[in-house]
């Protein structure tokens, strides 16, 4: 098996993973693809300044990882930014690919390392915006909406 170093090669990767985390940078959001059907290498495929909807329109139908930043509160004085690891399992990511995936994810971690919440999707239904927000918030602990409460 290739080592992460050799995967994750692409000096892009990891500015773009540092550019997402800064809150000096525009960046919001990365994908990561492999660099061919049969190649383990991964490439930054696409980086960008918008919400999480922009990042699922760019994943595409193949295997991907991505990585976001979204901005959870109530009001402006409770905002606080968190951060979702998504492996992406498009309709098109082959038999294989798939169950390499659950090996290479490992190696993706080392370099994208700081993360509230890791979902692992074939459905774009999951990566909308109130469905990852709704996780977040669990991953937060305390939930201080009173939606679905009793009260």
């Known amino acids: 098996m ?3 170093s050799d995967i ?3 000096p892009d990767i990891s500015q773009a993973y540092e550019d997402v985390r800064s809150d ?5 959001w990365l994908i990561l693809k492999y660099a ?3 190649s383990d290498s991964l490439t930054l495929a696409a980086k960008g300044t918008g919400d999480i909807a922009e ?3 760019s994943l595409g139908d193949e295997a991907a990882y991505a990585y976001v930043r979204m901005k959870l509160g109530n009001d402006e004085y409770s905002e606080r930014v968190k951060f979702a690891f998504v492996i992406w399992q498009g309709p098109n990511t082959k038999v294989m690919r798939k ?4 090996f290479q ?6 370099v994208i390392r700081t ?4 979902i692992q999707t074939s459905d774009k239904k999951e990566l909308e915006e109130e469905a990852v927000t709704l996780k977040l918030r669990k991953a937060m602990g305390a939930n201080y909406d009173r939606q679905g409460s009793s009260y």
Not at 24 to 28: E, G, P, Q
Not at 115 to 118: F, L, S
């Open 8 to 10: 994750l090669s692409d």
């Open 24 to 28: 000096k940078s525009d960046t919001t």
């Open 55 to 57: 990042m699922t329109e």
């Open 105 to 110: 994810s490992g190696q993706v971690k080392q």
């Open 115 to 118: 993360y509230a919440v890791e």
């Open 2 to 4: 290739p080592a992460p």
């Open 99 to 102: 169950a390499k995936m659950s």
């Open 36 to 38: 061919s059907a049969t």
